[in-house]
């Protein structure tokens, strides 16, 4: 058996033709282990979430290889191709993507429906998902009903109900406070230290990082080292250290996304210095 739950090699994707055409991946290469979380950054158009995509088995490559389990993905016909996600991944999305007409419970139990998992024993592993998540008191909620929090909690639920190989999350905690985003980091940090699951999540959430066994950027479609990258003190954004704002306070040179946090920053340095390092 492969020792990685994802192993990825030369993956590229090309999407449009002759002069509109964008290499929206290029070359990129990736090994994730059972029980590994990876978080891939990069700024927005880099090619995140076209890779998760990608490795998600719901949009196929232009070139290179994605094996799963082993399983090659390129050989699996078209046909074939749902059941496989529904069985070995599970989906995290920055919308939650709850379907509206169901409640908690059968947010869960349709994920397990789809894995084959149906009835008592269905409604049994959902109930006790959710009950772990602290959601017993929610099990017939509709989404409108829930905070953002329950909701990723409960999608959260869903993409482990398959008991899956692979979580893949695209901006998990996007849409979350400060204190709700970490809980639902550590969710996913338990999901593969406790069950062992490979994670793979697409963020521009630095707070992520605490929770990562790798951090990768990700930009023009291409890996790069985490070592040419700063973090901005104000925001908290992984930026360049070529071409971007900059500012020199107390010998240290400190890096930023834009010229509105370079200003704020320059306004009370030691505001934000104190508390913040160098990425």
């Known amino acids: 058996m492969d020792e990685f739950s994802i192993r990825a090699e030369g993956l590229e994707k090309v999407i449009g033709e002759g002069d509109l055409q964008v290499r ?10 059972p029980g590994e979380v990876v978080l891939i950054m990069g700024p927005s158009g880099s090619g995140k979430t076209t890779l998760l995509s990608m ?23 078209e046909s ?18 709850l379907l509206t007409a169901l ?13 084959g998992i149906t009835g008592a024993r269905g409604r049994e ?22 905070s953002g929090g329950e909701k990723q909690r409960v999608a959260i639920a869903r993409a482990l109900a398959n008991e899956p190989a692979v979580i893949l999350a695209d901006e998990p905690t996007a849409n979350l406070d400060s204190k709700i985003g970490h809980e639902i980091a550590r969710l996913l940090r338990r999901a593969a230290t406790e069950e062992g699951r490979s994670v793979v999540i697409v963020s521009h959430d630095t707070r992520l990082k605490e929770i ?28 360049e250290r070529e071409g971007t704002p900059h500012h020199v306070h107390d010998g240290q040179t400190w890096f930023f996304c834009s010229a509105l946090c370079r200003d704020e920053f320059a306004a009370d340095p030691d ?9």
């Open 24 to 33: 929206a991946v290029r070359g990129v290469d990736l090994e994730v282990r």
């Open 55 to 77: 490795l998600g088995a719901m949009l196929r490559p232009s070139s290179g290889r994605i094996f799963v389990d082993g399983t090659d993905l390129a050989a699996l016909p």
């Open 125 to 146: 592993r959902a109930e006790g998902l959710l009950k772990a998540f602290g959601l017993m008191e929610r099990l017939t909620f509709r989404p409108e009903k829930l």
């Open 271 to 279: 505001r934000f210095a104190a508390g913040a390092k160098v990425a």
């Open 212 to 239: 990562a066994d790798r951090v990768l950027w990700l930009e023009d479609g291409e890996f790069r080292a985490m070592n040419e990258m700063a973090t901005d003190p104000v925001c908290g954004m992984a930026v």
């Open 80 to 97: 074939a191709l749902p059941d496989f996600r529904a069985r070995r991944f599970g989906f995290v999305f920055q919308d939650f993507n």
């Open 103 to 115: 409640s908690a419970r059968e947010n869960v139990e349709f994920a397990l429906n789809l894995a």
